[in-house]
């Protein structure tokens, strides 16, 4: 692995478990017994817009991008990377030594 790999495998990572955790902060948009009883015309849900869970929402959909972003990244750079960039490929001393030995 290359370090940019490796960096770029580190910030998915990061970007993952935030975006979980941004995901599970964010409330739902049940439209409950708030409806019926007129409680969804508080004056806090009429400035939700400036609140928490519009930067929860914000917050998501850039995480979101970023995620997308790197993921792209991550399967370009292993697309054209040649076989030959692997040590893998190149490492022939344990085929050519069995087959001295043999």
């Known amino acids: 692995m290359s ?11 990061i ?32 400035n939700k817009a400036r609140s928490y869970d519009a930067f929860l929402s914000r917050a998501t959909k850039w995480f979101a991008v970023g995620f997308v972003v790197v993921v792209l990244a991550l399967n370009i750079i292993a697309y054209f990377a040649t076989p030959a960039d692997t040590a893998d490929a190149t ?3 344990s085929i050519s030594a069995t087959a001295d030995e043999a």
Do not use: M, P, R
């Open 15 to 46: 970007a993952s478990i935030v975006l979980i955790i941004v995901i599970i902060l964010q409330e739902g948009n049940q439209q409950g017994i708030g409806v019926v009883s007129g409680g969804a015309d508080t004056f806090f849900s009429k």
């Open 91 to 93: 490492d022939t001393t």
């Open 3 to 13: 370090v940019v790999e490796i960096i770029l495998g580190v910030l998915l990572l």
